[in-house]
């Protein structure tokens, strides 16, 4: 839960976190999730406005995600914003959980539309030529994983647990990323597939395990970075380039990563192009970025009923 106020300035931002829970069976588990879900949300709102020093009266209006996500958790969130809305008399709003991510970008900054973005999340990676608060389209997606997706299977595959992606991305900062070459993970246009690297580094697997030769963990985690960044970077300048737009931002749980983010500078910075990211707290799943992202909707007039 967070309080923010004109879409850039966050008042109180507390996150709940499920990771110590999930953690045992490997992965989210959506019927556990949404039951943790409401255990914690009214003790979350009220250390929120408690942090915030506000109450309900002092909220302009109430939002929450409304996906995409898993269903279980989103009517937690939903159905807790509609009535402290209905509570206090104040419009409801609804967020798409994507547009969300992109927000982040605004908190703390002076970021304004028209802007190429690049979202990579647990379940999205995206391209999206941002053109004003209301209008965005995708120009490149994954036709298949997602990056915070592969993070995850590949961290499986060498043996990290849940969640792998942080994990494999530390191990990797100890390797060497030329140790093998992977496929280069892009298709037509902007679009992404990482299914074939995920498979490669199973077969190399596979194969070492085969002739019994020792596999360096470290090694694979920072090749298969490297494959990622690598075509993440490219996808992302060309774009920006191509729609004659100087300025970049990334979003998602996977831009916390500290390598994306100095790759991703350093392209923006040689082709003159304005680079912008959000702090790591705003980048992976939290609340602030959804009431940045619903003050924008707000002043689009958007209000949502109660259906
Ligand atoms: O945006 P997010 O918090 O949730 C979704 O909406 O999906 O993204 C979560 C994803 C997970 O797959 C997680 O492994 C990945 O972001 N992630 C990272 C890092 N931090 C989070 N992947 C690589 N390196 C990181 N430092
Ligand atoms: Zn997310």
Same mark, same amino acid.
């Given at each position: 839960?967070?309080?923010?106020?004109?879409?850039?300035?966050?008042?109180?931002?507390?996150?709940?976190?499920?990771?110590?829970?999930?953690?045992?069976?490997?992965?989210?588990?959506?019927?556990?999730?949404?039951?943790?879900?409401?255990?914690?949300?009214?003790?979350?709102?009220?250390?929120?406005?408690?942090?915030?020093?506000?109450?309900?009266?002092?909220?302009?209006?109430?939002?929450?995600?409304?996906?995409?996500?898993?269903?279980?958790?989103?009517?937690?969130?939903?159905?807790?914003?509609?009535?402290?809305?209905?509570?206090?008399?104040?419009?409801?709003?609804?967020?798409?959980?994507?547009?969300?991510?992109?927000?982040?970008?605004?908190?703390?900054?002076?970021?304004?539309?028209?802007?190429?973005?690049?979202?990579?999340?647990?379940?999205?990676?995206?391209?999206?030529?941002?053109?004003?608060?209301?209008?965005?389209?995708?120009?490149?997606?994954?036709?298949?994983?997602?990056?915070?997706?592969?993070?995850?299977?590949?961290?499986?595959?060498?043996?990290?647990?849940?969640?792998?992606?942080?994990?494999?991305?530390?191990?990797?900062?100890?390797?060497?990323?030329?140790?093998? /070459?992977?496929? #280069?993970?892009?298709?037509?246009?902007?679009?992404? %597939? =990482?299914?074939?690297?995920?498979?490669? @580094? +199973?077969?190399?697997?596979?194969?070492?395990?085969? /002739?019994?030769? #020792?596999?360096?963990?470290?090694?694979?985690?920072? %090749? =298969?970075?490297?494959?990622?960044?690598? @075509? +993440?970077?490219?996808?992302?300048?060309?774009?920006? /380039?191509?729609?004659?737009?100087?300025?970049?931002?990334?979003?998602?749980?996977?831009?916390?990563?500290?390598?994306?983010?100095?790759?991703?500078?350093?392209?923006?910075?040689?082709?003159?192009?304005?680079?912008?990211?959000?702090?790591?707290?705003?980048?992976?799943?939290?609340?602030?970025?959804?009431?940045?992202?619903?003050?924008?909707?707000?002043?689009?007039?958007?209000?949502?009923?109660?259906?």
């Amino acid at each position: 839960c967070a309080i923010v106020k004109g879409g850039r300035e966050v008042i109180a931002n507390v996150v709940a976190s499920q990771i110590k829970i999930h953690e045992e069976f490997g992965g989210v588990i959506p019927e556990i999730a949404a039951r943790e879900h409401l255990e914690a949300i009214n003790v979350v709102i009220d250390e929120t406005f408690k942090q915030a020093g506000v109450t309900g009266k002092d909220v302009t209006a109430f939002a929450s995600t409304v996906g995409p996500g898993l269903v279980g958790c989103l009517l937690v969130g939903m159905n807790a914003a509609k009535t402290l809305a209905l509570a206090y008399d104040k419009p409801f709003i609804g967020v798409n959980h994507l547009n969300a991510h992109l927000a982040a970008n605004f908190i703390d900054t002076n970021l304004e539309p028209p802007f190429i973005a690049l979202l990579v999340s647990g379940g999205h990676t995206q391209i999206i030529k941002v053109s004003s608060f209301s209008e965005m389209e995708i120009i490149g997606e994954t036709i298949d994983d997602a990056v915070g997706e592969a993070y995850d299977k590949v961290a499986r595959l060498i043996g990290l647990p849940y969640p792998g992606g942080p994990k494999l991305d530390k191990l990797a900062q100890i390797g060497n990323s030329h140790t093998f /070459k992977l496929p #280069e993970a892009k298709v037509g246009g902007y679009d992404f %597939s =990482f299914s074939g690297l995920k498979s490669a @580094v +199973l077969n190399y697997i596979n194969g070492c395990k085969m /002739k019994r030769q #020792e596999i360096n963990e470290a090694d694979i985690a920072a %090749s =298969f970075q490297k494959a990622v960044i690598d @075509v +993440l970077v490219e996808h992302a300048v060309h774009a920006a /380039k191509e729609y004659r737009i100087d300025k970049f931002a990334i979003a998602g749980g996977v831009a916390s990563k500290q390598t994306l983010r100095e790759a991703m500078e350093k392209a923006c910075k040689e082709r003159g192009i304005q680079f912008y990211h959000p702090s790591p707290i705003f980048c992976t799943d939290n609340a602030a970025m959804i009431g940045s992202a619903a003050y924008y909707e707000y002043l689009q007039g958007r209000r949502d009923g109660w259906d």
